[in-house]
């Protein structure tokens, strides 16, 4: 088998990784199929609020695989910087768009993080950062999320990355404000769901005395 054919398998194979959907995957263990509950969405978000802390583990671990295993397997087909980009994003259309679920799925984030823990590790720790500091001052994880990934760009210019690399955070960050726009409707009409208990800056009630 000549190179082109197995690149082009290894790509096939991410997006076919991406459709497996960890909380479906789980799901059909516990007989629940999580599109039916809460958002209706097959993310950890929503696995945490139907199904409690470890069941939305498991999906977020099985998420995260994904994109591991998708940029994994592009470099063992012995493709660069921008086939693995092509298999992030991929893997991530695959979890949002999966072949196997009737193409109902997640948002994408915990396979994109999963990518970029291999294609660019670097990244991982600001947009935690970012991620992590607006849920605690806001408590909406949509939120967060939303601008975790706008900040990807912002760190592609503060690393002097070349353009290609740009391009490919500007489409992280364009597919996770895509996925999570129902969540930035939401917060616009102040309907968006808030955990208030990861907020630092709440507002307390008064103590009893």
């Given at each position: 088998?000549?190179?082109?054919?197995?690149?082009?398998?290894?790509?096939?194979?991410?997006?076919?990784?991406?459709?497996?959907?960890?909380?479906?995957?789980?799901?059909?263990?516990?007989?629940?199929?999580?599109?039916?509950?809460?958002?209706?969405?097959?993310?950890?978000?929503?696995?945490?609020?139907?199904?409690?802390?470890?069941?939305?583990?498991?999906?977020?671990?099985?998420?995260?695989?994904?994109?591991?295993?998708?940029?994994?397997?592009?470099?063992?087909?012995?493709?660069?910087?921008?086939?693995?980009?092509?298999?992030?994003?991929l893997a991530a259309l695959g979890h949002v768009w999966?072949?196997?679920?009737?193409?109902?799925?997640?948002?994408?984030?915990?396979?994109?993080?999963?990518?970029?823990?291999?294609?660019?590790?670097?990244?991982?720790?600001?947009?935690?950062?970012?991620?992590?500091?607006?849920?605690?001052?806001?408590?909406?994880?949509?939120?967060?999320?939303?601008?975790?990934?706008?900040?990807?760009?912002?760190?592609?210019?503060?690393?002097?990355?070349?353009?290609?690399?740009?391009?490919?955070?500007?489409?992280?960050?364009?597919?996770?404000?895509?996925?999570?726009?129902?969540?930035?409707?939401?917060?616009?009409?102040?309907?968006?769901?808030?955990?208030?208990?990861?907020?630092?800056?709440?507002?307390?009630?008064?103590?009893?005395?």
């Amino acid at each position: 088998m000549s190179l082109e054919p197995l690149l082009l398998s290894a790509l096939a194979a991410a997006y076919l990784l991406g459709s497996i959907s960890g909380s479906l995957l789980i799901g059909r263990f516990r007989g629940v199929d999580i599109r039916t509950l809460g958002s209706g969405n097959a993310g950890g978000t929503n696995a945490f609020r139907t199904q409690g802390w470890a069941f939305a583990l498991g999906t977020v671990l099985v998420d995260i695989g994904k994109g591991v295993a998708a940029v994994a397997l592009v470099r063992l087909a012995g493709g660069g910087g921008m086939a693995q980009m092509a298999a992030v994003l991929l893997a991530a259309l695959g979890h949002v768009w999966p072949l196997f679920h009737g193409f109902r799925g997640g948002k994408g984030a915990a396979t994109l993080v999963g990518g970029l823990a291999l294609l660019w590790p670097t990244a991982l720790l600001p947009l935690f950062a970012v991620w992590l500091g607006v849920l605690v001052a806001s408590g909406y994880v949509g939120l967060a999320t939303v601008l975790a990934g706008l900040a990807l760009p912002l760190w592609a210019l503060w690393e002097g990355r070349a353009p290609g690399w740009l391009g490919f955070a500007l489409l992280v960050a364009g597919l996770l404000v895509f996925t999570h726009r129902g969540n930035l409707q939401r917060l616009r009409a102040g309907t968006e769901h808030r955990f208030e208990r990861v907020r630092l800056f709440a507002r307390r009630p008064p103590a009893d005395v």
